[in-house]
């Protein structure tokens, strides 16, 4: 049986290199000896020396492969992988953002007053029922393109 490679004309991330290091290492190892440095019987023993994997981690992987190859499973899963989060509280739809908008604007036309984060929130809770928090609240104002500084006054030299 002829093993074709996956691999082939693909870029190998830094994990990849440093398993292939490893074996390249283990082979010339053997080589060097001139015989088995591990028996061939001890098969994952041997496997696991060459990649430098503990045993445990390539029973798992022989597991899973074997679960692969009856065709339960397509392919090999990636442990810990980072899955995308929604944060419930911080989604605000189209509606609310329209309503986010009018209440910085009405802050600073009809109130003649810088709005501060603070004051956003408290009237937008009150009047939408918002349960995030500030910083919840100004990633969504900064998402809508809202963004201000601390006003410098020049009277007295302070921010």
């Not at 910085?104 to 036309?109: E, H, P």
Request: charged content about 35%.
């Amino acid at each position: 049986m002829e093993f074709k490679s996956k691999v082939k004309n693909k870029v190998l991330s830094g994990q990849s290199r440093e398993i292939i290091h490893s074996v390249l290492k283990f082979m010339k190892e053997e080589a060097n000896v001139d015989g088995f440095v591990i028996p061939l019987a001890k098969v994952q023993e041997r496997v696991a020396k060459a990649t430098g994997v503990s045993i445990r981690t390539i029973k798992t992987i022989a597991q899973e492969a074997r679960i692969i190859d009856h065709g339960e499973k397509s392919s090999f899963s990636t442990p810990n992988k980072k899955r995308k989060v929604t944060h419930t509280k911080t989604e605000v739809d189209a509606f609310d953002q329209r309503f986010l908008t009018r209440i910085i604007i009405n802050f600073q036309l009809t109130e003649k007053e810088t709005p501060s984060m603070k004051r956003i929130h408290e009237k937008f809770c009150l009047d939408t029922g918002y349960e995030g928090c500030v910083e919840s609240l100004r990633k969504e104002v900064r998402k809508i393109g809202f963004r201000w500084r601390k006003k410098w006054n020049q009277s007295n030299g302070e921010a």
